[in-house]
């Protein structure tokens, strides 16, 4: 991430004042008055400012200036996501391998870990919790923020949708929601488009908290994320033309989504999948305000464990038991990468498929080191939640896990 600018430490030049006692006096009283109502005219103006943008008052972006990504969550309006039908996970402890890759050479599991700033790590093999590690201050029912994974979600929601009819891939996004329709090339973004990520919707990729009035910062900030995709129509490329990754894409799925089902995000979360994977703990998902709707393409809270269980959701086919949760069809769907990669990675349907290995693995990933990695060939889901650099070290990370899945 972009570091702020050095402040200037050079002392400043005083000159002696040739004032007298009675002149300063007059002046010190001055500036007693000056300064607070100084103070307070730029408190002021940054409150109006930060109203007239729609984004949080100046404390809360004091907060998110300084909180761990990992904590942001906390911050933010959120609606509840109940964990309706707990079922603990089956432990069947088993040994890490001794050391694991890491930028051309071998260290122990946990320098990976302390590495990587790991708040959370857990390994499932056939279903059941091999290993469950968290750092001081973190426990097994501490709510950890998803960042990105919520997109691949989203996308297990998407399925649901479309095997029941009520969506299609080429569906168009202002068929669906008329309100975004402005003619253009943004006319003809398709369900398909949001999905893997090819609509071309001009809204950068930035994470920057130092410049958070541009792209996905702006849109993580705002209060009124209808606003946000009304002011933001415009196209850098053809949609379909070329993938290219875009949260906004995923807030406008997530929008899409909840209009077909009647029904707010969250409430298809709770019912769909929340209850059927048996989740062991409540969790949250952020809204832009108050009573407002779910920021789709980011901000699930939820535990290490939960993570896990979705996971296990998509190795296990869509299947809980006897029940299908998710249509395999969608399981098939986002196992094989769509035509056109994101960055240096396969995409399909919200899900990664790292370059390297053989192939099969999938994860959800977000940034600042969230991980949910599902490995069909070895059986193996891994979590692992962290308060890492933004996009820092992804494929070192994914090839560690990968030696951890593979050490059977």
């Not at 570091?3 to 010190?28: F, K, L, Y």
């Not at 790991?118 to 923020?145: I, K, M, Q, S």
């Not at 920057?208 to 850098?236: C, I, K, W």
């Not at 869509?318 to 056109?340: E, F, L, M, N, Y």
């Amino acid at each position: 991430m972009t570091e702020p600018a050095a402040t200037d430490t050079r002392p400043i030049s005083v000159q002696p004042s040739t004032a007298g006692p009675t002149h300063r006096r007059r002046n010190m009283a001055r500036a007693a008055i000056a300064v607070p109502l100084t103070l307070a005219v730029l408190i002021a103006g940054s409150y109006a400012a930060t109203a007239a943008l729609d984004i949080p008052a100046p404390p809360t972006l004091a907060r998110l200036l300084t909180a761990a990504p990992s904590t942001q969550g906390s911050l933010y309006p959120e609606r509840a996501v109940p964990a309706t039908d707990p079922r603990p996970l089956p432990v069947h402890e088993a040994a890490l391998p001794a050391t694991v890759p890491w930028k051309g050479t071998q260290i122990p599991v946990a320098e990976f870990l302390d590495t990587t700033e790991t708040n959370a790590f857990l390994v499932l093999r056939d279903g059941a919790l091999t290993h469950e590690w968290y750092r001081d201050g973190v426990t097994p029912t501490t709510r950890l923020a998803s960042w990105s994974m919520a997109k691949s979600v989203v996308s297990l929601l998407v399925g649901r949708a479309i095997d029941a009819g009520r969506l299609s891939e080429d569906d168009r996004l202002v068929d669906v929601l008329p309100e975004l329709a402005g003619g253009g090339e943004y006319d003809a973004i398709t369900v398909r488009n949001l999905l893997d990520m090819t609509s071309g919707v001009d809204v950068s990729e930035n994470y920057n908290p130092y410049f958070p009035l541009t792209g996905t910062a702006r849109m993580y900030l705002t209060g009124d994320l209808d606003e946000f995709v009304r002011d933001h129509r415009s196209v850098q490329f053809t949609p379909g033309s070329k993938g290219d990754y875009r949260s906004v894409d995923t807030q406008l799925l997530g929008q899409v989504l909840a209009r077909v089902e009647g029904r707010p995000l969250t409430d298809l979360l709770t019912h769909d999948l929340w209850g059927p994977i048996g989740a062991e703990d409540d969790a949250t998902w952020n809204l832009d305000r108050d009573g407002g709707q779910e920021k789709a393409f980011c901000c699930i809270n939820a535990t290490a464990r939960d993570f896990a269980k979705i996971g296990q959701l998509v190795l296990d086919g869509g299947r809980v038991g006897d029940t299908q949760v998710v249509p395999p069809a969608w399981i098939s769907r986002i196992s094989s990468p769509a035509p056109d990669p994101v960055s240096k990675w396969g995409y399909s349907a919200q899900w990664w498929h790292p370059t390297g290995g053989d192939g099969a693995d999938l994860s959800a990933v977000g940034v600042y080191g969230q991980y949910t990695y599902v490995d069909p060939t070895t059986r193996t889901v891994i979590v692992k939640l962290s308060d890492y650099g933004a996009e820092q070290d992804e494929q070192e990370t994914v090839d560690a896990l990968r030696a951890i899945a593979a050490a059977r």
